[in-house]
């Protein structure tokens, strides 16, 4: 049984460009959550995709948007990335009502 | 502000020790909390998962506890190995209608033969 699938590892941009992320989840999971965590830092929350939608989001700018497919997997989309955005991204997956979260190996992504 | 804090940042102990992580949160209203562990340059593996409802949980050489009322949980390793080397983070899933992970910034912990 496959846990949550992230795609690309590794990504190098440069500043000014866009980046799309890609995660699959844990089969039986239907909510995808999208994390950014820092170096040396916990993970941030970004936003949480459930049938499609935007459920929630986090306290990140309009630059980063996402997008859920009728199979439940997700896109997570950054525009005009500065050096900041450099990061380890992380996608979750859990049931419509959260009892525990899986990750995936997270998209290591860098701006020069 | 819901925050969840990790003592300490960071651990160095000789294999065979046991050891206690520390995460302690402001918000009392919580649905769950979360044990994960990182290694470097890795995603999440999930050790533990203890709801509201329950006092602990264990898994092997690991034990968590979880107390609401003083806001605070352990993650308890046993027989501490150089495997156990990574970094362990904690979550709380709170209520108020935030559907999402607060996490603390994690303990880095180093066992050493």
């Known amino acids: 049984d496959a846990g949550v699938t992230q795609s690309p590892t590794h990504l190098i941009k440069t500043r000014g460009q866009q980046v799309t992320l890609r995660c699959s989840p844990k089969?039986?999971?239907?909510?995808v959550s999208w994390y950014q965590q820092a170096l040396g830092q916990g993970p941030q929350f970004i936003f949480q995709?459930?049938?499609?939608?935007?459920?929630q989001r986090g306290n990140f700018p309009d630059r980063f948007s996402g997008h859920q497919f009728p199979n439940y997997s997700s896109e997570l989309n950054v525009n005009a990335l500065l050096l900041g955005d450099s990061a380890l991204y992380l996608c979750?997956?859990?049931?419509?009502?959260?009892?525990?979260?899986?990750f995936g190996s997270g998209t290591r992504l860098t701006v020069v | 502000k819901q925050e969840v804090t990790q003592i300490p940042a960071a651990l160095s102990v000789p294999e065979g020790e046991n050891l206690v992580l520390n995460c302690s949160f402001t918000?009392?209203?919580?649905?769950?909390l979360q044990w994960f562990r990182q290694d470097p340059g890795k995603g999440l593996t999930s050790l533990l998962l203890?709801?509201?409802?329950?006092r602990e949980q264990t898994s092997g050489r690991l034990n968590a506890s979880l107390d609401k009322s003083s806001g605070r949980s352990t993650l308890y390793i046993a027989a501490s190995q150089p495997g156990d080397s990574a970094t362990y983070l904690c979550?709380?899933?709170?209520?108020?209608?935030?559907?999402?992970?607060?996490f603390g910034a994690g303990t880095r912990l180093a066992v050493h033969p």
């Open positions: 979750a997956s859990s049931q419509q009502v959260p009892n525990g979260y899986t």
């Open positions: 089969s039986g999971h239907d909510t």
């Open positions: 995709y459930y049938e499609e939608e935007e459920r």
């Open positions: 918000d009392s209203a919580i649905y769950n």
């Open positions: 203890i709801q509201s409802s329950q």
């Open positions: 979550a709380g899933h709170f209520a108020g209608g935030y559907n999402k992970l607060i």
